[in-house]
């Protein structure tokens, strides 16, 4: 694990097979060169079928099959997936929500700080843990399964959260002031009069709820990671299958979507830090809506978390009917993968499941559990990935650029959307989304990371709750010669969500060379000749230039793009929703402005870069088309062995990918 | 009633009347030839307006001057409708079902297992039968109204279906298994442990329940009969208005729509043995949209059902403003009705209602209680019928083809939908609505029936839930010279939805000629040039001939439609949704196999035939268009006297009905 | 305040602001020509931060800050939002509604009949209006705000509602009967047998709990204004902000929306009665969509409430960003205010809010605090106003035609709507824009009100529920020469919303010389060519003209509209609904046989008019349109001064309004 070979593998479930096929899975897992397996996450009542009573026989049987085809084992702890048991036991193990109490018989239905259910998660997690840890060929635990609060908000909850409050404002005078409580009459005089936040209308305070909801998962997490530690050896890794925020294709009712920018339910930036190697779940759309946007913004968010390393717990084989892969997409994805970054990809899952509620939700396996086109097309991959493990040993990405998110933001814009069907990861994803078609490879970084050392130019969508530290992060990074370039409703409201009485941008102004204070719906309203949508603000140019205007009859006046030289750098604003196509311009102008030096090609020929171990350069050339595509770079194929001089035309196959070394 | 007259007749409810007009409406009512009508199924709470006390004088009353006129009349037990103070005595009468407890005010909202509902259902039934029985004009009784189980999921109703599952699986271990529960720790270690269902994720078990909930169903109505039975003389037939699954066409929270498929609220193969005359409920569209498809399909499904009879309990006559019917059309349904073998049609309802929620959905009269249109059109039919009641006296039909349907695939489909908007029920009616335009008559039989002889072709649609004696039927018909035509999603799962661990069509491989195994949406891709929608099963033909394949750039090389040579028959598989002009050619073909021998008219002029009880062959020519059709057919008009030589061209009028006897 | 000045001003909140900044503030608005500012209304928490500890240092000071400005005050009582502090003492001051229980949070949901919370709020108007009383700046007292029932349906509001119903109906027979409680067994024996109307299915049921509802929200006013009138001086009014039906056009969770129509939650009618000066809140479209409609609307149904006297409480300044104004239309809105004689305009609010639910809900200054464009036109029209205080004195408008309305037929026609997405309100605004849009200026008169003396044109639209004395009010008036124009759905069915069972409309077929008995749906109905939709009743011409008739296959026979001469007068009844250029000819006939002697302008331009304190017609010219446009008036422009001779042309600005005086 690590240096010597890139995982590939599956989640496996051996609890779920309709009979005892052990040995020749291992067997077809070993022929399509799998060689690493994650187990028991997800079955608590098969592992504990009665308070205490203990029954592992899953998987000792699973791990000693593994270790006899030379296959590694994650072993995840079973904690997101409560038996019916532990409910009879204490109804409050169901957390209490917005929607009141819940009903046994989803996932992640629990309130995670109910001692009951800490008491018996502790209990299978170190039953779990303790056997596991021994065994040679287990390399690490998952701790629980894309963990998230679920939304817990039951009296205990409160409780804390009142206590909570009390800590972080000191007096009710400074809360009430600082959420703005006295609107509708909601001020209180006293922390204990503090109402359940499920039913505010106060977003302030329905915000500081859901920071303290965050950090409940994130408790949680370090907690399970605290008990792991006491168990593992040196060698094993702690990780966590971090996921993303979630649009939903599949029928009404089942499971199946994709992953949408940011997730809400946990902080990645404070989770990401119990855990020693960082793990992702990345679930995308495919066909012809494969384009390996979702994929690249999922590594270029764990990257940074993992200090440069982690690796994709789980991502679909054949999925749901929506995302049946075409030929060739299946591997493109896992090297677009690596090409962010990733020690490797596993499948969710091994083989098709025969009941539940992701029976079609399937693996590389079909439900008839033999080798079948999909099976195939991992099978080349897995042959193929030995002869990169070497050169990709050690791979680092040196971004210049960088796009900053918040999840503060995003449930502050919860609050207060720009508009219906527009949220705060449509904004970041927008301008994600432009960037990466322009192959301008960026860091995703969390708005509390400090450290910008490096990066020429920043990305700001939406950043509607901008502290001080961070608006004075921005004005030295612009004034030391940086490139930043933010999108309307950044730089609004302050860490409660409380709208600036200032000139907005806040603090800002003189940076921008601008100022807005009206703001409207777009309505027959173009730039550049292309609708705008959504959301529009009016903005004034004071020593900016109106790099481009509204074009409307009565709001022509205000600019629609503006550019400002300030100090050494350069500040761009976006002040409405544009077609990627008209944004793609300003971007480039801001990338030329930070001196970036990009790739010739755009999508749906993906570049992205790397220095490996060795030193060398990496290239992963990526045809997001079902069309023949060429680009232009030099290097080595480490697969093909061709050789390409520089500035030869690379031909790339439909859905193709290439790795090029340096030369 | 039976042999001697066709029923024709509405339900009246004296209750409802703003003032006396009993007399008036028995008048009108035998002007216009209604012969039948049906009371007391909605007033409970009139007929006991205190615990115990009764006052049947409008029962009494209306079958007096019923029997003044000559009018026969079927008494309902007012049990489906409880009144204020049955709730008030026992809150649980009111069934706690997946949405939490109800609110009085509803019907059909009771927990048809509570006791106190069954001691004063029971009081009410036994008061109101023993005291009718003895009427002579009184010809059967209609036993509840539209039953089903009502989503009832109360404590006391979880506790009985966990020893209904503990004898049906035996032991935990085989449940656990059978369902799959081990999927996100839903596994027990005892039967009492068992959650509740209406919060499982698990759709097996979900199917369970329902199936379970659709025992006590029909267990309520076999109690009802049992008690009628106790009083009901010899020739007095009981009966339930057995109605469909429901697709609404009425502004939201009014009432009104249409029969869309089978009943997934009761099982109709049960609930049908209870009685000695079936009896449905049958709502349709008008105006442009009557095609005579919905009747056709509910006496497909009835007659069988009834072992060859059947009649309609209600059907719309003006009903909701999105009916209205037009000129001919209420006549035109009759005859429909009569076509497929009904022994009388009644309407719901004779008066349009002056207050309660349907009061918009009109009956034979309007509000102003005087003769109109629809009145007059009812009044031309009544006029015809008694021409009709000897030569349609003993009609059989004897369909070479019949379609199969399930309950529990519809439940499991629920669970596993092909698609938003696309239900089990879309997929039966695609499929129907093909054949009936054809002019292909089928029997609907539910999956559980064995009795397949003197069927030549078998119409399977979406069996989802194909178990392994329906499997071994389907092989045996085929190999003895039957033609199936089955679509995608079907002899995917077992009777638990659990799907096949093996190739697919399950063990029937063999048979199409073809296996499949992956699925995907159907994004531009056509079936002979007609866009495919919602589901495709990618079909390897292994010995079938591709009958057609799908059209795309990578699905191209998979077969959409396959027929294949099977023993001394043909299987024909269709593995996705097309046009139904699109899927008729294949019907045809398949229909050709099956020998089957057709009329040459196609919709919208309809033929239906029957023997009659002289033995003569009847056809029934509809004209489902505003436009004049001609049909070739010969015979003697029943209503006409015309005679029509072999060959000849039947003029039929628009939304015009003839029915010739065999000369 | 009243006849000296016009009221111009804003509803202000320094407990909301950021700092302290009221001198400014107040500064600003003497500068804008502001006389009045509206406080207290809606922070109950921090007048009184614990039970029975009251706090008004913000109400003083504002109040003497206003003073030292020259500017009025209105003082509201706060009662429409609760402290936290009074649901933790008694959690049964939140309703209970259809819904179940409430949560703490949003404003106006706490049970107005709740003896806990009417006590409490009885101490806080006591403490708030005994002190502010005798302030000389303070003009006038709100009560409440937006008062209505709040859908309150807990226990005690039901006991209370069944000894309403037995003083009602007398005897449960006759309430049986009236309401049609047979209908799915709901009769009861005893009135306390009733059961909660929020479960109901009979509308007649809901809707006589929605008239004691409104009943409740009446009472609950009279209760405010008696405790407020042992404390105000002769001179200060009593007020309250009636407002209207809504719909949101903000995104999904976000306040913002227009009035639309009249309001369901409480009774204009009774409540105006307790109202020394009837206020309102009118929101309206702004940018394309201004058209004055709105604003039009609430003036002529608030005039007649107030005795031809009342103001507007609250309009929107920049208001959510789909309205923020183009420039000019905020001055064309106040002076459309003023032209359907309202006293004067106040804005919701001064300050755009940095935190809560409506902070992007913005006010006449924007988050940044300081004057922009939307303070600079409120101060144009404030310059303007103190020139037109004079010679609007006294200002009264005789309309000669009125559109009658009704809050009962609203209700009635929620649970029997015509049409998904067409309720009462969409009927009411299509026949009063038609009117509108041809200058047709007319009075808004609740159904109850019984004198239609100095009117000559009825409109009455949809007014399903006519009782006899209307339906006696409707024949004398025509008799007596009147004309009269009433749409499809009214004179249907009687108080308690049952359907009369003689022929429709009721008891005047003879008067509009036309009957109808079938209904159905328009589908491909034209009218004049254009489509009929949503309803359309098959009028029977008896004596009527078919002014038009159906286009269509089969209803062509039948009228859709009638024109009848009835005794003196005329009665014109439209069956359908069609677009309002096809209404307009046939409102415009009507207007003919009225003798209404209308304007030649057509919507854009408005022309509303008035009779002056001095006796002298005062004529609004107003241009809803973004183009330069021109009338046809004489008189003296009282803001320019420009004199316009008899059938002179009078050039309008785009959005522009000139107020003309006769010479």
């Known amino acids: 694990m690590g240096q010597d070979r890139l995982i590939f593998g599956a989640a496996y479930y051996e609890e779920y097979m ?3 096929r052990l040995e020749q899975d291992m067997e077809l897992m070993a022929a399509a060169g799998l060689n690493t397996i994650r187990i028991a996450e997800s079955t608590w009542s098969v592992e504990e079928p009665r308070p205490g009573e203990y029954d592992f026989s899953h998987v000792d049987r699973v791990i000693d099959a593994a270790a006899r ?16 048991w532990l409910v009879k036991l204490d109804p409050g193990v169901l957390a209490v929500t917005r929607d009141g109490p819940g009903k046994y018989g989803p996932r992640q239905i629990m309130d995670i700080t109910n001692p009951t259910y800490l008491r018996y998660a502790e209990g299978v997690i170190r039953a779990l843990v303790s056997r596991t840890a021994k065994r040679p060929n287990v390399v690490g635990f998952q701790i629980d399964n894309e963990t998230k609060h679920y939304g817990t908000a039951g009296p205990r909850v409160l409780a804390r959260f009142r206590k909570w ?15 703005g409580l006295a609107y509708w009459s909601n001020t209180v005089a006293d922390f204990d009069d503090l109402p359940d936040p499920t039913g505010t209308i106060n977003g302030s305070y329905a915000c500081e709820f859901a920071i303290f909801q965050r950090e409940l998962a994130a408790e949680f997490l370090r907690w399970q990671a605290d008990i792991v530690s006491e168990y593992k050896r040196p060698d094993q890794f702690i990780s966590n299958n971090l996921d993303f925020d979630w649009r939903s294709i599949a029928p009404a009712g089942q499971q199946g979507g994709y992953a949408h920018g940011i997730q809400p339910g946990i902080d990645h930036y404070d989770a ?11 679930y995308c759309p495919s066909q012809d809506g494969l384009t390996g946007m979702e994929i690249a913004f999922a590594g270029d968010e764990m990257r940074p978390l993992g200090g440069g390393r982690y690796y994709v717990a789980e991502t679909q084989a054949q999925g749901i009917p929506e995302v049946t892969p075409y030929p060739g997409q299946l591997r493109l994805m896992v090297y677009s993968h690596l090409a962010s970054g990733a020690r490797g990809v596993m499948y969710w899952h091994w083989a098709s499941l025969h009941t539940g509620p992701e029976n079609w939700f399937k693996g590389i396996l079909g439900h008839d559990l033999t080798p079948g086109p999909v099976y195939e097309e991992v099978q080349r991959v897995g042959q193929e990935l030995p002869r990169l493990a070497a050169p990709l040993a050690g791979l680092r990405k040196k971004n210049r650029a960088a796009l900053i998110v918040s999840v503060e933001a995003l449930t502050a814009l919860g609050w207060f959307p720009p508009d219906n069907g ?5 904004i970041v994803l927008w ?18 990371e400090e450290d910008w050392s490096g990066y020429d130019l920043l990305l700001i969508p939406a950043l509607y709750t901008a502290d001080y530290p961070f608006i004075h992060r921005v004005r030295d990074f612009v004034k030391a010669g940086g490139t930043v370039l933010a999108t309307f409703r950044s730089f609004t409201a302050d860490a409660h969500a409380r709208i600036y009485h200032g000139a907005l941008p806040h603090e800002l102004t003189d940076l921008f060379g601008m100022r807005w204070s009206q703001v409207t719906r777009p309505v027959d309203v173009t730039v550049d000749g292309a609708p705008a949508s959504h959301w529009m603000e009016l903005l004034e140019c004071a020593g900016a230039e109106a790099a481009a205007k509204y074009e409307h009859k009565y709001w022509g006046r205000y600019a629609a793009v503006t550019s400002h030289s300030f100090g050494g750098g350069r500040a761009w604003y976006v002040g409405t929703m544009v077609p990627g196509e008209t944004l793609k311009p300003y971007l480039l102008r801001a990338a030329a402005d930070a001196g970036l030096d990009l790739p010739k090609e755009r999508f749906p020929v993906i570049v992205r870069q ?10 992963f050339l990526l045809n997001f088309s079902g069309g023949r595509q060429t680009a232009h770079a030099d290097g080595t194929d480490l697969l093909t062995g061709e050789r390409f001089a520089p500035g030869a035309a690379v031909p790339l196959e ?6 090029l070394e340096e030369n």
């Open 18 to 20: 309709p009979y005892d």
């Open 69 to 84: 085809h030379g296959i590694s084992v994650i072993v995840g702890t079973p904690t997101y997936a409560v038996p019916a």
């Open 165 to 179: 409050m009390a800590a972080r404002f000191g007096t009710v005078q400074a809360m009430n002031e600082a959420l």
């Open 272 to 282: 990401a830090k119990c855990l020693t190697l960082v793990g992702t779940d990345v």
């Open 422 to 426: 527009l949220g705060y990861n449509d």
């Open 431 to 448: 301008l994600y989304r432009a960037a990466y078609e322009l192959n301008i490879e960026c860091d995703i970084l969390y708005a509390r």
């Open 610 to 619: 790397g220095v490996n171990g060795a030193g060398k350069a990496v290239r």
């Open 654 to 659: 439909p859905w193709g990918a290439r790795i």
